[in-house]
């Protein structure tokens, strides 16, 4: 019999922990025995393209599986096998992919989340054969209060006197307005969407806390929240987002040759002034919009106004070269500059 494992289900994230840290044979026969059972259960399991390419030394340790509209991740780090399950039947929220979308158990069809939740059973009876295991999962119909009530009591950095974790400094508790915040008081803070929500925050750890807010459960960091409300409640805290969202359409406008639309986009984004463009030489590749991520594509490469391309490419000179409208490259690493 192995040492004992923990198993961790989350949403669609199933996460495999074994007790013994400097097991060998945790790779072949937990990770890899796992990937042929998927196989025999009719799952295709091939490598992560994007891992081979970029990090070619991990390519072992990363498999991709799919099995009709359901998608996998399978990744192994020392002693913790991670699994997640995604679809490709609901609408692309991330611009990454819908591997990276939040909630992922929500957005699945009802067939999926069946498949998924047999999938979960198979792998934990399968475990069970082989170890001692404890499996933790979350509550579907549990309210927000509860799910914290219930991490609090699973958690390692819980004060016994409390009852709770509690921080390590006031840096983890200040909030957006500078003011320190306290276990239990009223907050704001934007959503995904960029509105501004009032709830009841509850201390996490690190600098995250746990807000209740409207019967749903959020999990912010204390610089995103506020003590006060702002001025304008109205107001959409979104400008990441809405900038993102516009760089998208001056793409696809440059792409399909309208230059009108394109020119319009464009001068909603930075009205009169040029945009410009950042290089990365360690990548060979642009800056994607805000900072984001990479792209070979000129088209599809984030846009910048002067001021902002050349902070950032002093910030990293020796990596980072602005690319002005006319396509020239300006370093600024040399003296002359």
Same mark, same amino acid.
């Given at each position: 019999?192995?040492?004992?494992?923990?198993?961790?289900?989350?949403?669609?994230?199933?996460?495999?922990?074994?007790?013994?840290?400097?097991?060998?044979?945790?790779?072949?026969?937990? +990770? #890899?025995?796992?990937?042929?059972?998927?196989?025999?259960?009719?799952?295709?399991?091939?490598?992560?393209?994007?891992?081979?390419?970029?990090?070619?030394?991990?390519?072992?340790?990363?498999?991709? *599986?799919?099995?009709?509209?359901?998608?996998?991740?399978?990744?192994?780090?020392?002693?913790?096998?991670?699994?997640?399950?995604?679809?490709?039947?609901?609408?692309?929220?991330?611009?990454?992919?819908?591997? !990276?979308?939040?909630?992922?158990?929500?957005?699945?069809? !009802?067939?999926?989340?069946?498949?998924?939740?047999?999938?979960?059973?198979?792998?934990?009876?399968?475990?069970?054969?082989?170890?001692?295991?404890?499996?933790?999962?979350?509550?579907?119909?549990?309210?927000?209060?509860?799910?914290?009530?219930?991490?609090?009591?699973?958690?390692?950095?819980?004060?016994?006197?409390?009852?709770?974790?509690? $921080?390590?400094?006031?840096?983890?508790?200040?909030?957006?307005?500078?003011?320190?915040?306290?276990?239990?008081?009223?907050?704001?803070?934007?959503?995904?969407?960029?509105?501004?929500?009032?709830?009841? *925050?509850?201390?996490?750890?690190?600098?995250?806390? $746990?807000?209740?807010? #409207?019967?749903?459960?959020?999990?912010?960091?204390?610089?995103?929240?506020?003590?006060?409300?702002?001025?304008?409640?109205?107001?959409?805290?979104?400008?990441?987002?809405?900038?993102?969202?516009?760089?998208?359409?001056?793409?696809? *406008?440059?792409?399909?040759?309208?230059?009108?639309?394109?020119?319009?986009?464009?001068?909603?984004? +930075?009205?009169?002034?040029?945009?410009?463009?950042? $290089?990365?030489?360690?990548?060979?590749?642009? !800056?994607?919009?805000?900072?984001?991520?990479?792209?070979?594509?000129?088209?599809?490469?984030?846009?910048?106004?002067?001021?902002?391309?050349?902070?950032?490419?002093?910030?990293?000179?020796?990596?980072?070269?602005?690319?002005?409208?006319?396509?020239?490259?300006?370093?600024?690493?040399?003296?002359?500059?």
């Amino acid at each position: 019999m192995r040492a004992k494992i923990d198993v961790n289900i989350h949403d669609t994230h199933i996460g495999i922990w074994q007790d013994d840290a400097h097991d060998e044979t945790f790779r072949s026969e937990v +990770f #890899g025995t796992l990937i042929r059972g998927m196989r025999g259960r009719g799952w295709h399991v091939h490598e992560d393209p994007e891992i081979r390419r970029r990090f070619h030394i991990l390519n072992s340790s990363h498999r991709l *599986a799919a099995r009709g509209n359901m998608r996998a991740s399978i990744e192994i780090a020392g002693r913790c096998i991670k699994v997640e399950f995604w679809a490709q039947t609901w609408p692309i929220d991330n611009r990454n992919g819908r591997r !990276y979308d939040f909630r992922k158990l929500q957005r699945l069809d !009802y067939l999926d989340r069946l498949r998924f939740c047999l999938e979960a059973r198979r792998i934990v009876a399968w475990l069970e054969t082989i170890a001692p295991v404890t499996v933790k999962q979350d509550t579907p119909n549990a309210t927000a209060m509860e799910r914290i009530e219930k991490r609090y009591a699973e958690s390692w950095h819980r004060d016994k006197v409390l009852g709770r974790p509690t $921080w390590s400094g006031d840096y983890n508790r200040q909030s957006q307005d500078g003011a320190l915040l306290e276990h239990g008081q009223t907050v704001w803070f934007p959503d995904r969407k960029g509105r501004i929500v009032r709830g009841t *925050a509850y201390y996490n750890i690190n600098n995250m806390w $746990w807000v209740v807010a #409207g019967g749903e459960l959020h999990n912010e960091g204390c610089h995103s929240l506020m003590t006060a409300p702002p001025a304008d409640l109205r107001k959409k805290r979104n400008e990441r987002g809405r900038r993102s969202k516009l760089e998208r359409k001056l793409a696809l *406008a440059i792409e399909r040759m309208d230059f009108q639309r394109a020119e319009l986009i464009k001068n909603i984004l +930075f009205g009169g002034e040029p945009a410009f463009m950042i $290089w990365a030489r360690d990548h060979s590749a642009y !800056y994607r919009s805000q900072y984001s991520g990479y792209t070979t594509d000129r088209i599809r490469a984030g846009k910048y106004t002067r001021a902002e391309a050349e902070r950032e490419c002093r910030r990293v000179p020796h990596e980072l070269e602005m690319v002005c409208p006319d396509g020239t490259h300006v370093r600024f690493d040399k003296a002359a500059a």
